[in-house]
């Protein structure tokens, strides 16, 4: 199995920055790809990014990189999330979850999945 603990969620301002971490134990030899994925009240969780393991390279949703990115570090096997220019709009629980198989975009493609951390934006 794979644990996967999120933190560094919280409040922050519109504009400011958050870097959530998730850290990933267990078979962590299995490792392929770490996702985050984000739900907000009334919303479907919705894909954020997803970054490769092996040679780190990153996935975005089809409208862009944007104001994300995610990064690795694998000596201590934890996946990071940069927030930058925050907006309202992105308050919501935070989740980031181990691709099992198939597209990275999709919440079914991922078997484990973190406890979720809390981003509050005001405005």
């Known amino acids: 199995q794979v644990q996967l603990v999120e933190s560094g969620g919280g409040l922050a301002q519109a504009g400011g920055s958050l870097r959530l971490s998730c850290a990933v134990s267990?078979?962590?030899?299995?490792?392929?790809?770490t996702g985050w994925f984000r739900q907000a009240p009334g919303r479907e969780r919705e894909f954020v990014a997803a970054i490769r393991w092996s040679g780190g390279y990153a996935y975005y949703p089809d409208s862009g990189k944007g104001r994300f990115t995610i990064s690795r570090d694998n000596a201590k096997n934890t996946v990071y999330l940069q927030m930058d220019s925050l907006k309202p709009e992105d308050t919501a629980v935070y989740y980031c979850?181990?691709?099992?198989?198939?597209?990275?975009?999709?919440?079914?493609?991922?078997?484990?999945w973190g406890q979720g951390t809390q981003v509050t934006v005001s405005s």
């Open positions: 979850a181990s691709l099992r198989s198939g597209s990275y975009w999709e919440l079914t493609s991922y078997d484990y």
């Open positions: 267990g078979r962590t030899f299995s490792m392929y790809v």
